[in-house]
């Protein structure tokens, strides 16, 4: 069966997601052991998407129905239902006791995030600024790579000979 799925509250929520990660790494930042200009360069992008998303919705928020089948319209619903934040709480928390793994493990969960709304919203909306939305998940796979290397780069070698 087929139902009308309302696009607006998928963009919203990549939009709000955007923002949050901007924030977590621009908190994260000013942690020198972990990399300043990394979580910088990362924060601007991600604000930049956040505008780009913001955009997005004023201009398409009065046609944003699309038809899709029940169970792609219910995992569509409980994907941006079940979206996490990053709130001030856990922003205040990484910046003063989560470790450099904690940091890139929620790093990773952002970004893995933002590749499958971008991909998703790809696939809803193949015409919905498809330049911007190509960039725009160059980057965020970019920024996924660059984490888990870094992520990598940071664990202990055991069983190495430290």
């Known amino acids: 069966m087929s139902v009308k799925w309302n696009g607006t ?8 997601n955007e923002a949050s990660a901007a924030k977590l790494y621009r908190a994260v930042a000013a942690e020198v052991r972990i990399g300043e200009q990394f979580f910088e360069k990362l924060a601007k992008d991600e604000e930049r998407h956040e ?7 004023t201009k398409f928020e009065k046609n944003a129905e699309v038809d ?27 910046k003063k006791i989560f470790t450099k793994s904690q940091i890139f493990e929620l790093a990773e969960q952002s970004e893995r995030d933002a590749v499958i709304f971008v991909t998703e919203l790809q696939r809803l909306y ?18 996924l790579k660059m984490i888990l290397q870094r992520k990598t780069e940071s664990q202990p070698l055991f069983g190495r000979g430290l």
């Open 126 to 143: 193949p015409d919905l600024a498809k330049d911007e939305m190509e960039i725009i998940l160059k980057e965020e796979k970019s920024h």
């Open 68 to 94: 899709l089948d029940d169970e792609d319209a219910q995992y569509m619903d409980l994907l941006v239902d079940n979206n996490v934040l990053f709130d001030e709480k856990l922003i205040e928390e990484a």
């Open 9 to 16: 509250k998928l963009l919203k929520t990549i939009a709000e």
């Open 51 to 57: 505008k780009i998303y913001n955009a997005l919705l």
